[in-house]
Structure formats: structure tokens, C-alpha cells
């Protein structure tokens, strides 16, 4: 049974129709990647997930139970951890406290603090400093942290590796990797190099619908799929 | 061809603690294609600030063919021919498309304080602007509201409001940025044609490498606020130096 | 980009914010300089009560000014509307503190009104139905039906008439009828029917016009936290409860120690307050979060219509407030000698050769500290604050990460005019009660918060100190006179320079200074 | 036909100007309808002066314009640049006493005063100016608020009281016979109107103009315009010192006009009025300033004739009601409906279309 499944959604954004009718099926423990030209309404899609953007059709449905009317608040709370495109660090706290201030239940961080240390050894180094001070890559590293101090079960990521460097990219597709081997993750990648070689499973959406989705492997062989909706890969 | 257009001296700027460019001296030669990448945080958007006027340096010279602009306001820029874009997308956002560009056609005349005329008399503006969106491929969408257009689009009514003042100097804060695959050979080539047909120099910040390495005449790598290397694109591609403090090995098999 | 790793020493750290902030420090430094040449002009023993009496007067703006900071920092608002806020917290420590039993014969009525409202969760299945018809008007329709029936039942309640302009048209009798403890309870008043139906028809009401009001935005759990159910049951409770005690209730309060009576009319007018400050943010502030300066209009609009209601339910206005008794002994042991005599009752104490008043300059300085130190940690130190800083900066993440971020934002909207309403409660003894005493207050804190840096909570302190203690120079001026070469006559500034005084410094400090001197500079 | 055609070709202008003209038309009608229907007087008694509703309602209607004026002036200052001054009422107060002193103290005729207050304006408009590069948004609004406050300081100081009569207000300023208000009351009001109309049609041009356009810009974003090559400071200048000398000018008839100037005119409470003004007509829009004016002074006047002491609690709520469920106001609602975006896509929809088929 899936974890995460999304049935004819449909929102609006002002007058604005962006998504008219998106499916989506995410697997216990599978990485998935959503793929798809730019305004296709990838992000739009996690908000939605979110609350951060309220539905305006169909069903979100996330462990049997029916999220679409929730606030972002309780969808979080349900286990679902958010890592948006433009990273959102808080400047004015400590990089320790934009790690804290995700947490659900008292010593959250206390148990997830070594893992994310492994993962980033960055961070440790960093826990004093103010979150402005990192770079890009150390940011997106934190962003991704901050989503692993609850105990999520879904993490929603919005293009990790936008506006990084190659090799940070590199570091940011392994933390991913390890990551996902007790967590679900639902990606959107612009770099199908990067998308390929994370993700299980894809779907494709175009002017706000899917139209397309299956096993990753299928795709990178599916020349005619790539270029009819992505583009020159 | 060498000819240099832009040359600075020596620029370094200071945000309290933070030293974000270093001593930097690089020479682009007029009519070229010129890209500055490096890692995030090695000072390319604050060089980029500084030469464009943006910012002021804490020490260092820009010259402009040969003139020095380092201090001179950053609305004057423009008539010294510089036009440059911003990694953030920075439109008029309440107004449509077409009174984005034709507002930047009129900055360069001297029309802007002639307030008992209607707009409408000046004419010249807008069939520059309407000229400017035919490039890019908007005019489609001149009557709509900037802040409706979906991002790829916003990008290039960026573009289009950097070339209405037919500057001599683009500078690009990485045009691609969050634009689809599809559309990033498209935009190049515009940028590429611009550059080729009307003579310009092109500055251009970006990551996405193959963008970088195709269409550059030259490439400036940054790292820590200073220059690591310079060259051709084969040369930087065969910089160790540079491999390991950039590209990393993600692209090797791509050839 | 590079960041600096060695610990630098202390001349190091020094020579670095002297290259940063060399302007900042220099117009510190010219302030200072100013206000003690003001002082110098003085004699020496007005230097020590003119600073007491600034530090007053900043304590009462910095509590009016730390909320709008507050505010300001987190939501991008300025509250226009606080300083009437002060104004009707002082309207209501007043009658709690004077008239006891009207207070209590109006909470009841709140409390139980207050029970379906903290059911909030309880009602967005109805209110999704409501909102599915597809039209506003309904939801309008539920809550102009709600406040109708509220209305009605409202009118069964017991209600203890009283009179507010018998103690308005003689202030001296008044004060010593309190004096003397012959200030009695009012008869009480009967149910206008069976008082089961009123209850009940004021439950129902309040729950139409909260379906009303849920269905223009029904998201969320349709299911109550444990919090709100027990709110929701504690509120019902203290309302009945309220209803059938009054009486002994109403003795019990008349008869208490007057200074407790005060500290409890100040709570009580805090709470009250903040529950209307959470009211304005959920009503007026939120549908228009995109529009900021349509928020500056509506807030000027219910600054004014808070006005216009004190004149209609106070009656002719200006009231003072006897201090409470505590800080108001004189005769025998009086002045007290030194600061160890703060709670021996006298209204004054010999301080450094001078005479301080106990209330205005040291309970009130006191309070005033309190907070800032109280407020500060908690910025700094809890979750909550850490809420708030990261929310100012992007609250649609904040809420993405688990957090329910609209009742932070309604918390701190509460928090600030809780803040100026205990400004207003302690103000009333000093410098009495007049609906325009908000308006002078908001100015006086505008003008502290723009000169310490308008968003900064310490600023706001700051600035406060500065106008308060600027204020109280110019006043003594106005009694001594400044003897200048060119005038026969020594200058005597007239009232109206001592805003105009304040204002000119904040003007000065800002064209050097334009993020004030504890601002961050905007990015 | 090409994008440079749709862009600029534009009905005639008397078409565009046509509700202009209708009211215009409607305004000199007016008290001649009032005096036959309503006070059952011949018509000569509009230009006789005679006493009645007639000439009652000119009066209303010249404290209309005068609002209109200034509305129209923050209109330009706060609706058109996006400068949020707090202190917009002391553009009014200076241009008021200072045509009184001129007037009543120093003597002079009507005409070089009224030059002398225009230069004064100017001036005032040049201090704001200068605090214009050093502080926004809200500091600049508690700067003009404080700027404005200590003018009104002045103003009411028993210091000046000879020149200003301090906190009673200015009385006994002479106006000239043939614009006296009680005596010419039906010249004061045309000439009121005319004074209006020259304005309104000279600020729709500004608008519609090059630097109309800057302005707008400036206030979508102003680092952008700068980036282009606009020198924002000097648009915003200009601005400030169009909009001053409006107010200056509103401000001279108000004092031609009414028998006492009080110091309220330099007050927050002032500038509120003009806020609540363009609020009501449609911020940003011009026309919406004079619409605003009208509804602002006779709902004022009405509710304070049938409520009495509830008049400004209603006013205050409806003045929630109005930013709550009508923020772009009556004129800027009438537009958004009429959508004018809408007809320009439309327009270029068949145009292309055209092209394609030929």
C-alpha cells in the first residue's frame, strides 16, 4: 500500500488554475522524483501536500487518512518534513536552532542530533553561527537536516540540488541515499542526471497534470518520453 | 580582439568580518562571452555587484573602456552601457510586460521628465519594446501582468528589460536559474545571437556547466572571494585545480 | 565566503564595531553629551528626581512601545490602534479597580460567551457546509444572527446599573469616599427570565456566530485540542459559577486590601485587553497580510471607533484613580528613608536629598524593568521566542515544520496589548484617565521606537529612557527657565515644546541614524 | 496594425473626458436646479447670493473642492508614488497660513500672495525631499508625521499668536470683493470648480505622462527603476513638490473660504482625512480623490446632522467596512470591472488572429 497517494488534485493560485488534476502514488520507503518542465506545477504539488496552498479538488491522502483539509501545522505534524526551493534558513538563529526549532516533542534533537552530524559533518562545526553565515550547499544541507530532527516519515524535497555546485551536489545526493533506507522520499529534480540516479520511481507532470510515471530504470532508456516532456535531457 | 572593455584592479569588498571578493583583477575583452563560475559563496554575485555598479568596493578600480566607473551612481550605469540582470528575478511586478520593457526603453532617452505629454506621443519607446519582445518571444504576452507570468517567462521579460536600452555590456546573474531543461538551450541561443549580431559583451554567472563550457569564449573560476583560474573552456575543464574544488566528477561520464 | 574562527580580544572586538557602527556610536555618544549638559543646567538636587521621573515616564512608554515592536518585528504591522489600547486598559483597571461589582456582573456574560469559542475545531464541519453554498454572505448572515440572538440573551443578564459621571463631576469626594472604604457594592440585579434561557440562548448564539465566522476558512482537524475543551470547560464553569456566587463574590472584593484590589483590576484588564488584541489580529490583521498599509488604515479606524466607544460607555470621561493605598501613606514614619522603605506604605521617600514618589518613580520603574527583563528572555531563551524570530522572517516555513503559527502570531498581537494595557492600569494613578491619553502615549512611543530602531526590543527600551528622561528635562526647564545672554528673562519652554522637543530628536537621530540606534539595517 | 498601434491609439479625448464633462455640465447646473426645485426662488437668485438652500449646498460644494485638492495631492504622493507620508496635512496648513498672514498681516494683494505661497510650498516640499534618500517606508512616515506635528507646534504656540492667533485660529482674513464667499458666493464656486477641473485634467496628464509612468515604477519597485537608469530621487521630488503646491492651493481657498483656520489643519487627524479620502475614490487613481472628497464631506455632514454624537463611531466603522470588503475603492472597483487588462488581451488576441489569417 502506498504511503503517500494523490487523487485528481486540483488548486488554484488567485485566479490562477495550477494544478488540474494531479496523481501521484509514493511507496513505503521508495525514493520518488518528480519531473517536468518549469510552471508544470511541481512545487505547487508539494505545497499542496503541504496545506501551504489550499486544494481546490480531489484527495490527498497520506497512511489511509484523508490530509487535504488540514493546516500545514497538523500535515507536518503527521510525520511529513518540508524542504522548500529556496532553502527558507531562519537568519536570526543559530544553525543549532534551526535544527531545534523543528522539533515536535521535547529531545527530538537529543535523538537525531549524532545521525545528523554524520551525515553533515558541517553542521557540528557550525552549530553557533548564525544561519545567514553558511554557504549555499551548507544551507541545503541544513534545510535537509531540519527535516530529519522529528521522526518523519515522508520527506517532501524541492530541488536539492538547484544553484549548488557540482561536487556539493555529489554530497547532497549521498546524504539523500542514506537517508532514504528508513525514510520516504518525494523529490522534484530539474537535473535528471541528479533525478536518475537518486530516485526508484518517477512521475512526470505537464501545465499542471501527470501524464506520465513508473520505474525510473524505464525512463533513462525512454528516449521518446524524455524529450516529448522534459527536453533535451 | 583584444581589445579589453572591462578591466578591474585589485577589487575587494568587506561585509563587516567577511571578506566576499579578494584582490580580484580579471580583463574581459569586448565582444566576448565571458563567464565567471566557482563554487556557491566565492564572491561571484558581489563582483558581479561591483562591477555593475551595484555595490561600492572597499578598495580596488573598475574601468569601463578605459574610463574609471568605480564610484559612480548605480542609476548612471546604464548610460555608461552596462545592463545587467539579477539572480532573483526583479520586474516591475504590478505592471504589465509590455510597460516593463517600455519603461526600460525609456530610461535611456532624456523624455522622463516631460509630464505634460502622454506617454503615448512617445512611440519610438514602444516599438522598441515591441521589437525587444518579438526577440525573446513574449509579445504574445505583452498585456499581461508581469507578476503572472510563470518563472521561465519572467526570465526572459528580464532579458528583454536588459536589452531595450541596447547596452554595449550584458551582465547575467545566472539567467537559468530554476528555468527547465527545454528551455535553457533556447535562452543561450538568444543570448548567443544577441552577442554575435549586435556586437555585445556578454558577462555571465552561471552553474549549469554545460551552458558554461559550450558557449564561453573565456571563463573566470572563482573560489573564496578570489580568481582560482582563467582560460578557455578546455583549459579550465583541464585544471585539476579546478576539478577538485568544483566540478567534481558528477559530469565526467557525460562527457 | 570566509568566516572569521579565532575568538578576537577584546580591543580587537572593539576596533571592529568601531569600524561597523563608528555613526551609531558617535550619535550614543552626542545624546549622552546632551542630556547632561541638560542636566548640568540643573541644580544638582533636581539631577537624581529627573531622572527617576524619566525613567518613569519612559517605563510607561516603553510598555506601550516594546508591544508595538513586538508586533512590528513579527508581523510587519504597526498597531495604530495600541495606544488607544493603553487608553481603554486604563478605562478598565478603573472600573475594576473602583467598581468591582460591575466587573463582575460583566464577566460572567464574557465567560460564557467565551465557551464555543474555544471549541474553534468543533465547528469546521459546519462551517465547511457553510462556506460550500459558495457565497460570504452566509457565513455574514450566521454571525449577524449570532450577535443578534447574543444581544437579546446579553439583555436577560443581571447587570448592576451604575453611574460613571457621579465620580467624574467630583474627583475629591470620590477619592475620599474610596479613602475611607464607603464605596459600596451596587444592589444586584435580577434575570430578566428564566436564567436557564438566558445561558443557554447566549451558548447558542455565541456558537452561530462562530460557525459563522469558522466557515471563511474552514481548514484544519475538525477534531478540539485537549486545550481548547478544557478551556471551553473552565470558561463555562467560571461563568456559572460567577452567576451563582455573585453576591458573596462581589462582598469579598469590596472588602479585600484596596492595593490587592488594584493588582487584581490590572490583571483583569490585561487579560481583557490581550483577549481584544487577539480579537483585532484574528478580525482586522489577517484577511489583509498582503495588504500592509490597508493594516495601518484599519488600525487607525479601530483606534478611533475605541475612542468613540469610551465616550458613549464612560459617560463625560476624564476620571483619576486614586493610588493604590500601599504607595499613597503619608504622616507618621513619612517619607520613608531609602529604597528599603519602598513597601512601608508612604507615598514618598527621601532619596540622594531628594523626594521620590514611591508609586510614580520606583513601582512603576520597577514594573517597566520587570518586563523588559521578563520579555527579553523570553525572546531569547524559550521555543516560543525562537518561534518568533524565525516567524518574522518566513512564517509559512515555520508552519511547515509543525509549528501552529497563527496562534503564535494572535499570542504576540495578545502579548503587545497586554503590554499597553498594563501601561494604561499603572499610568491611570499617575496621570489620569482621558480617551486622548492613548493618542499623546502611541506618539511619545513611536518616536522611542524609531530612535532605538524600530523593530529592536531593547531599542524600544532604549528610546523609551531617552524620550522619557528628554521630556522630564524640558518640563523642569519649564519651571526654571533657561537664563540666556539675549533675554532679560530666563526662557521658559511652554508645554507644547516638550513633544516638539522629542519629536526633533527623533527626526535628527533618524536622517543620521535612518534604522534607528539599535536597528539592524534593512536588507 | 502592430503592438505599437494597440499600445498608444486611444479614443478622442472628448470621449475619454466624457463624465468630466457631464459633471462639469451638472455642476454649473446645479445650484440653479436647487434654487427653482428645492428653495422654489427664480433663478436670479444664484447670482444675486440670496440666502437658501442654493447657496447652503455651493457652500458644501466649495468645501468639496477643497478637500478634492488635497485628496488629489496625496492621491499623487501616496496612490501614484507609493510615499507613505504621515505628514501630507502640513502642505495644507503651511499654503493656508500663509496666504492668511500674507493676506491679513503683510497686506498684500491676492494674486502676488498667492505666488509667494507657491514658492513656499515649493519649499516644503524640498524638506521633505531632503529626508526623502535618508529614511523609507515607515520612517519616512514618522519623520513627515513629526515634521507635520512640530508645524502644527508652531501653529497653535502662543509665541506667533499675533501672526497665527495660536490655538484659537486664524480669523478676519480680508478676501478680495469680487470673490468674497458670503457675498459672490456663486463666483467663489465656479471659480472654485474651474480651479478644480485645470487640476484634475493637469494630474491625469501627469499621470498618463513619461513621468507618470516613472512614478508608478518607482512605486512597484523602486531599486529596479534606479537599476534602469532612473534617477528615482528626483521623480519623487517632483512629485512631492506637484502635490505640495496642490495642497498649498487647497489650502489658500480653504482660508479665502471659511471664516476661521484652525491649527487642526496641520494634524494627523488631517492627513487621516485625506488617507480616508482616496481610500473611499480608489487609491491610485486620480479621479477616485475628487469622487472620495464629495462622498467623505456629505456622509460627514448627513451623519452628523441624523446621529449626532454616534456620527463618528459610525463613520469609524464604516471606514473598516470600506478597507475590509472595498479596498480599491468606488473608482478603483468601477475600473477592475470594466477591466481594461482584459480588453487589451483581447484586443491583441484578434490582432494576432488577423495576422495569421492574412
Not at chain 1, 515522508?154 to 541515499?177: H, K, N, T, Y
Not at chain 2, 519603461?103 to 521628465?113: E, H, K, M
Request: proline share 5%; with cysteine.
Amino acid at each position: 500500500m502506498s504511503l503517500l497517494s494523490l487523487e485528481a488534485v486540483n488548486t488554484h493560485i488567485g485566479q490562477y488554475h495550477i494544478l488540474q488534476g494531479v496523481d501521484l502514488e509514493v511507496g513505503a520507503g521508495e525514493i520518488v522524483a518528480m519531473l517536468g518542465r518549469n510552471g508544470a506545477g511541481k512545487t505547487t504539488t508539494l505545497k499542496t501536500i503541504m496545506g501551504l496552498h489550499p486544494r481546490t479538488g480531489g484527495t490527498v491522502t497520506f497512511d489511509g487518512e484523508e490530509i487535504g483539509e488540514l493546516r500545514p501545522y497538523e500535515v507536518a505534524s503527521l510525520g511529513i518534513g518540508y524542504v522548500p526551493e529556496n532553502r527558507a534558513i531562519f537568519a536570526d538563529l543559530s544553525v543549532e536552532e534551526n535544527l531545534r526549532i523543528a522539533e515536535r516533542e521535547r529531545g527530538d534533537l537529543a535523538r537525531s542530533i549524532d545521525f545528523i552530524h554524520d551525515l553533515f559533518p558541517d553542521l557540528a562545526r557550525l552549530a553557533e553561527l548564525p544561519g545567514t553565515s553558511l554557504s549555499g550547499g551548507q544551507q541545503q544541507m541544513l534545510a535537509v537536516a531540519r527535516a530529519l530532527v522529528p521522526e518523519n516519515r515522508l520527506l517532501l524535497i524541492d530541488e536539492p540540488s538547484e544553484g549548488l555546485a557540482p561536487v556539493i551536489i555529489e554530497q547532497m545526493m549521498e546524504a539523500i541515499r542514506s537517508i532514504s533506507s528508513d525514510t520516504t522520499v518525494l523529490l522534484v529534480e530539474q537535473n535528471f542526471v541528479v533525478a536518475s540516479r537518486l530516485a526508484q520511481q518517477y512521475v512526470i507532470l505537464e501545465e499542471g497534470r501527470s501524464v506520465a510515471g513508473g520505474a525510473m530504470a524505464d525512463l533513462v532508456d525512454d528516449d521518446e518520453t524524455i524529450n516529448r516532456y522534459l527536453g533535451a535531457g | 580582439m583584444s581589445d579589453v572593455l572591462i578591466r578591474t584592479e585589485g577589487l575587494r569588498k568587506e561585509f563587516g568580518a567577511l571578506v566576499a571578493v579578494d584582490d580580484v583583477s580579471v580583463s574581459i575583452e569586448r565582444g566576448t562571452l565571458h563567464s565567471i563560475i566557482g563554487p556557491n559563496g566565492a564572491g561571484k554575485t558581489t563582483f558581479f555587484n561591483l562591477v555593475s555598479g551595484t555595490i561600492k568596493p572597499t578598495a580596488g578600480r573598475v574601468y569601463l573602456d578605459g574610463d574609471d566607473v568605480t564610484n559612480i551612481p548605480v542609476h548612471r550605469t546604464i548610460h555608461h552601457g552596462i545592463g545587467r540582470s539579477f539572480q532573483i528575478t526583479n520586474l516591475f511586478p504590478s505592471l504589465t510586460v509590455l510597460e516593463n520593457v517600455r519603461l526600460a526603453a525609456q530610461a535611456t532617452g532624456s523624455d522622463g521628465f516631460r509630464w505634460w505629454r502622454s506617454h503615448a506621443r512617445f512611440t519610438d519607446y514602444v516599438s522598441r519594446a515591441e521589437e525587444v519582445l518579438t526577440q525573446v518571444g513574449l509579445v504574445e504576452r505583452a498585456f499581461d501582468i508581469a507578476s503572472n507570468l510563470p518563472h521561465g517567462d519572467q526570465r526572459k521579460l528580464e532579458l528583454a528589460m536588459i536589452l531595450a536600452p541596447d547596452p554595449e555590456v550584458l551582465m547575467l546573474d545566472e539567467p537559468t536559474a530554476g528555468m527547465a531543461a527545454e528551455q535553457v538551450p533556447e535562452l543561450i541561443a538568444l543570448i548567443r545571437d544577441v552577442q554575435t549580431s549586435g556586437d555585445k559583451t556578454v558577462v555571465l554567472v552561471e552553474h549549469n556547466m554545460g551552458v558554461v563550457m559550450n558557449t564561453s569564449d573565456r571563463i573566470t573560476v572563482m573560489a573564496q572571494g578570489a580568481v582560482l583560474a582563467e582560460g578557455t573552456p578546455d583549459e579550465i575543464s583541464a585544471n585539476e585545480e579546478v576539478k577538485v574544488a568544483y566540478l567534481g566528477s558528477l559530469y565526467e561520464d557525460l562527457g | 565566503m570566509t568566516t572569521a574562527t579565532a575568538k578576537p580580544s577584546l580591543g580587537d572586538r572593539w576596533s571592529k564595531a568601531w569600524t561597523r557602527d563608528r555613526r551609531r556610536i558617535i550619535v550614543a555618544a552626542v545624546v549622552a553629551a546632551l542630556l547632561v549638559i541638560g542636566l548640568g543646567g540643573l541644580d544638582p538636587e533636581d539631577w537624581f528626581v529627573t531622572i527617576m521621573r524619566g525613567l518613569a515616564t519612559g517605563a510607561i512608554t516603553f510598555l506601550v512601545a516594546s508591544g508595538l515592536s513586538l508586533i512590528l518585528g513579527l508581523m510587519d504591522v504597526l498597531n495604530l490602534a495600541h495606544g488607544e489600547l493603553f487608553m481603554l486598559g486604563a478605562y478598565l483597571g478603573w472600573t475594576a479597580y473602583i467598581r468591582p461589582d460591575t466587573t463582575v456582573d460583566l464577566l460572567a456574560p464574557i465567560l460564557i460567551t467565551i465557551a464555543p469559542f474555544a471549541l474553534w475545531a468543533l465547528w469546521r464541519p459546519l462551517g465547511r457546509k457553510v462556506a460550500a453554498l459558495g457565497s460570504r454572505w452566509a457565513g455574514w448572515l450566521l454571525v449577524a444572527v449570532g450577535l443578534g440572538g447574543w444581544w437579546w440573551a446579553w439583555r436577560l443578564f443581571p447587570l448592576a446599573i451604575w453611574d460613571p459621571s457621579v465620580y467624574a463631576e467630583s474627583p475629591i469626594t470620590f477619592s475620599l469616599a474610596f479613602d475611607i472604604g464607603t464605596l459600596v457594592p451596587l444592589p444586584a440585579g435580577t434575570f430578566g427570565g428564566p436564567a436557564l434561557i438566558a445561558v443557554l440562548a447566549m451558548l447558542v448564539a455565541a456558537s452561530i456566530a462562530a460557525v459563522g465566522l469558522v466557515s471563511f476558512n474552514p481548514t484544519g482537524s475538525p477534531r478540539p485540542s485537549a486545550k481548547g475543551i478544557g478551556a471551553s470547560i473552565v470558561a463555562l464553569a467560571a461563568g456559572l459559577s460567577i452567576l451563582a456566587w455573585r453576591e458573596g463574590l462581589v462582598e469579598g472584593l469590596f472588602a479585600m486590601n484596596p492595593t490587592l484590589r488594584f493588582f487584581l483590576a490590572g490583571i483583569v484588564s490585561v487579560i481583557v485587553i490581550s483577549a481584544i488584541g487577539a480579537g483585532v489580529e484574528v478580525a482586522l490583521i489577517r484577511p489583509l497580510y498582503d495588504r500592509p498599509i490597508y493594516q495601518l488604515m484599519i488600525t487607525l479606524g479601530f483606534g478611533f471607533i475605541l475612542i468613540e466607544l469610551v465616550r458613549e460607555v464612560w459617560g463625560r470621561p476624564e476620571f483619576t484613580m486614586p493610588k493604590p493605598p500601599a504607595f499613597n501613606g503619608i504622616g507618621e514614619g513619612c517619607p520613608g528613608q531609602g529604597i528599603g522603605d519602598l513597601f512601608s506604605g508612604c507615598s514618598t521617600i527621601e532619596m540622594f536629598g531628594a523626594r521620590i514618589r514611591t508609586y510614580n518613580e520606583l513601582f512603576i520603574v520597577g514594573i517597566g524593568i520587570i518586563v523588559l527583563v521578563g520579555v527579553s528572555l523570553l525572546i531569547k531563551r524559550t521555543r516560543i521566542g525562537m518561534v518568533i524570530r524565525a516567524g518574522v522572517q518566513d512564517r509559512h516555513m515555520v508552519e511547515a515544520l509543525g509549528v501552529n503559527v497563527r496562534v503564535v502570531f494572535m499570542g504576540v498581537f495578545a502579548m503587545g496589548a497586554g503590554l499597553a494595557a498594563l501601561g494604561g492600569v499603572l499610568a491611570g494613578p499617575s496621570i489620569g484617565l482621558s480617551p486622548e491619553m492613548g493618542g499623546r502615549l502611541l506618539l511619545s512611543a513611536l518616536i522611542a521606537l524609531a530612535i532605538g530602531g524600530l523593530t529592536s526590543f531593547p531599542g524600544a527600551a532604549v528610546g523609551a529612557v531617552l524620550v522619557g528622561i528628554l521630556q522630564q528635562i524640558i518640563i523642569r526647564y519649564g519651571q526654571t527657565g533657561i537664563p540666556l545672554p539675549w533675554l532679560e528673562e530666563p526662557f521658559k519652554p511652554s508645554p507644547p515644546l516638550v513633544p516638539a522637543s522629542t519629536v526633533l530628536l527623533m527626526i535628527v537621530i533618524l536622517l543620521v541614524l535612518p534604522n534607528g540606534l539599535l536597528g539592524k539595517a534593512e536588507h | 496594425m502592430s503592438l505599437v498601434d494597440l499600445a498608444t491609439t486611444r479614443k478622442p479625448w472628448i470621449v475619454r473626458h466624457r463624465l468630466l464633462l457631464l459633471g462639469v455640465l451638472a455642476a454649473v447646473l446645479f445650484p440653479f436646479v436647487i434654487a427653482i426645485v428645492v428653495d422654489g426662488a427664480p433663478i436670479s437668485a444664484v447670482w444675486e447670493n440670496a440666502d437658501g438652500n442654493a447657496k447652503f449646498l455651493q457652500g458644501l460644494a466649495i468645501e468639496v473642492v477643497v478637500l478634492a485638492l488635497y485628496a488629489m495631492s496625496y492621491d499623487l504622493v501616496l496612490g501614484v508614488s507609493g510615499l507613505l507620508s504621515f505628514g501630507h496635512a502640513m502642505f495644507f496648513a503651511v499654503g493656508a497660513y500663509s496666504l492668511g498672514i500674507l493676506l491679513k498681516s503683510a497686506g498684500l494683494g491676492l494674486v502676488p500672495s498667492l505666488l509667494i505661497v507657491m514658492g513656499i510650498a515649493v519649499l516644503v516640499a524640498l524638506l521633505f525631499a531632503v529626508v526623502l534618500p535618508r529614511v523609507k517606508g515607515i520612517g519616512f512616515a514618522l519623520v513627515t508625521l513629526g515634521l507635520a506635528s512640530v508645524t502644527g507646534i508652531i501653529i497653535s504656540s502662543s509665541e506667533f499668536k499675533d501672526y497665527t492667533g495660536a490655538d484659537v485660529g486664524l480669523q478676519g482674513v480680508p478676501s478680495p470683493d469680487w470673490l468674497n464667499p458670503t457675498d459672490q458666493r456663486f463666483r467663489f464656486y465656479l471659480v472654485s470648480m474651474g480651479v478644480l477641473v485645470l487640476v484634475y485634467l493637469l494630474y491625469q496628464r501627469l499621470v498618463d505622462s513619461p513621468t507618470g509612468k516613472v512614478l508608478v515604477a518607482v512605486r512597484d519597485n523602486e531599486d529596479r527603476a534606479l537599476m534602469l537608469g532612473y534617477s528615482t530621487f528626483w521623480y519623487k521630488t517632483f512629485a512631492l513638490i506637484v502635490a505640495s503646491m496642490t495642497a498649498a492651493l487647497a489650502g489658500s481657498l480653504h482660508t479665502l473660504y471659511q471664516p476661521i483656520v484652525t491649527p487642526e489643519v496641520a494634524g494627523l487627524g488631517f492627513t487621516v482625512a485625506a488617507l480616508l479620502m482616496i481610500l473611499i475614490g480608489g487609491v491610485g487613481t486620480v479621479s477616485g480623490a475628487i469622487v472620495g472628497a464629495a462622498v467623505f464631506r456629505l456622509t460627514e455632514f448627513y451623519l452628523d446632522r441624523w446621529f449626532e454624537g454616534l456620527s463618528n463611531l459610525l463613520i469609524g466603522a464604516g471606514y473598516i467596512l470600506l478597507v475590509l470588503f472595498l479596498p480599491y475603492g468606488i473608482v478603483g472597483t468601477w475600473r477592475t470591472r470594466s477591466n481594461r487588462i482584459g480588453e487589451g488581451r483581447s484586443r491583441l488576441a484578434r490582432l494576432l488572429s488577423g495576422s495569421k489569417g492574412e
